[in-house]
């Protein structure tokens, strides 16, 4: 069974500019949620979707976004991108309920 | 909301020995707790859970303890190998996918 992909696997950008991310979930699995990880603050929650709907949201600004498409997969969007939004963002696939699984993630670096 | 608080953030044992992190969670509504282990450049990976159902849950090398009253849960490694060196998080659901991690425990097996 495939794992769960992210692309792109890295990514740099520029302040202002805005980067979408993608997600494919494993097969099967209708839940993806977003992390965003850094060395000061760890594993923080985005948000989490649910055939097509978000059912949960983390404490982020609305410049962060996503949506989920009718095949599970998933995509984060980021805009009018800060420097305090270099990261490491994590997809994390689930069937329904909490064990998840993590794809790879998505190195992104804002200059 | 959830707060996991994950102790040490560093910990250094020769091959062989035993490892425990510790963790604190504060919501007493959350009833599942995983534990994941992140290698360099790649996504978390689940190792171990407990649900609040039950107090200790062991998997070969690996054992996990839930003390729902004191609101503790720990990872207990037997016989470390180098190969177990990477980063441990702790983390607390209270509901579906809205799961909360500790900082991170960096674990260092010294051959």
């Known amino acids: 069974k495939a794992g769960v992909t992210q692309t792109p696997r890295y990514l740099i950008k520029t302040r202002g500019q805005q980067v979408t991310l993608s997600c494919s979930p494993i097969?099967?699995?209708?839940?993806v949620s977003w992390y965003q990880q850094t060395p000061g603050q760890g594993l923080q929650f985005l948000f989490e979707?649910?055939?097509?709907?978000?059912?949960n949201k983390g404490n982020f600004p609305g410049r962060f976004s996503g949506r989920q498409f009718s095949n599970s997969r998933s995509e984060m969007n980021v805009s009018t991108l800060e420097l305090g939004d270099s990261a490491l963002y994590l997809c994390?696939?689930?069937?329904?309920?909490?064990?998840?699984?993590f794809g790879p993630g998505t190195r992104l670096t804002v200059l | 909301g959830e707060n996991v608080e994950q102790h040490p953030s560093t910990l250094s044992v020769q091959e062989g020995d035993s490892a425990v992190i510790k963790c604190t969670y504060s919501?007493?509504?959350?009833?599942?707790f995983p534990w994941y282990k992140q290698e360099l450049g790649k996504g978390p990976q689940l190792i171990i859970d407990?649900?609040?159902?039950?107090g200790e849950k062991k998997d070969q090398r690996i054992a996990v303890t839930l003390n729902k009253t004191a609101k503790h849960f720990s990872l207990h490694i037997t016989e470390t190998q180098p190969e177990d060196s990477a980063v441990y998080f702790c983390?607390?659901?209270?509901?579906?996918?809205?799961?909360?991690f500790g900082i991170g425990t960096k674990l260092q097996v010294i051959p």
């Open positions: 994390a696939s689930s069937w329904s309920g909490n064990e998840q699984f």
């Open positions: 097969s099967g699995h209708r839940s």
């Open positions: 979707y649910f055939s097509e709907t978000q059912r």
């Open positions: 919501d007493s509504a959350s009833n599942y």
């Open positions: 407990i649900r609040s159902n039950v």
């Open positions: 983390a607390a659901s209270p509901s579906y996918q809205k799961v909360t």
